[in-house]
T-cell receptor, first 115, second 118 residues
């Protein structure tokens, strides 16, 4: 009964470094999403995917890349980390075609600090 | 433009008090969906409720109740007889049916931090 699993839970990066945030779900959901949550703010959509091989930009995609080679996995890549990317990152998945038809299931988040 | 406003940044109550968390939204669409999510100190986001714009019936689930009023564009959340375990950040969110094709793009409010003291 794992749901959505994110790794790592915490990470500190130096400016200019790269890293990949991992996300996997075992609910056979077609739809997956990456959000970021800045302090005192709500979540903002970075990228989303409607199925394996299909991804699209959300509200704040700059500085990130994604891929979706399998239904289960949706990694988020930061190529040149910047302090502005310090945030908590949440991966989510849903069964339905649109968020209003089925709720999002969230992972526990990855807290990233870029210094 | 779509927007969700949670004017209460932080609320502190004593256990067993009732508390209402306010949520006001803006949207151009006639079809939309409203959500509440809970984020406890452990950090995960927990889905609480979804409401569509055509259903203004209030909903009660145990100690939780929701009051949806289209006339005032509000979707308020009340916890009755609050408990320490209710301490969390609560987010209200909006999803428009025809929002730019961007699926899953929930518009979140900034959240209300609720502290329930024993």
């Amino acid at each position: 009964n794992a749901g959505v699993t994110q790794t790592p839970k915490f990470r500190i990066l130096k400016i200019g470094q790269s890293m990949t945030l991992q996300c996997t779900q075992d609910m056979n959901h077609n739809y997956m999403y990456w959000y970021r949550q800045d302090p005192g703010m709500g979540l903002k959509l970075i990228y989303y995917s409607v199925g394996a091989g299909i991804t699209d930009k959300g509200e704040v995609p700059n500085g990130y890349n994604v891929s979706r080679s399998t239904t289960e996995d949706f990694p988020l890549r930061l190529e040149l980390a910047a302090p502005s990317q310090t945030s908590v990152y949440f991966c989510a998945s849903s069964y339905g075609a649109r968020s209003y038809n089925s709720p999002l299931h969230f992972g526990n988040g990855t807290r990233l600090t870029v210094t | 433009a779509q927007k969700v406003t949670q004017a209460q940044t932080e609320i502190s109550v004593v256990e067993k008090e009732d508390v209402t968390l306010d949520c006001v939204y803006e949207t151009r669409d006639t079809t939309y969906y409203l959500f509440w999510y809970k984020q406890p100190p452990s950090g995960e986001l927990v889905f609480l409720i979804r409401r569509n714009s055509f259903d203004e019936q209030n909903e009660i689930s145990g100690r939780y109740s929701w009051n949806f009023q289209k006339s005032t564009s509000s979707f308020n959340f009340t916890i009755t007889a609050s408990q320490v375990v209710d301490s969390a950040v609560y987010f209200c969110a909006l999803s428009e049916a025809n929002y730019g094709g961007s699926q899953g793009n929930l518009i979140f409010g900034k959240g209300t931090k609720l502290s329930v003291k024993p």
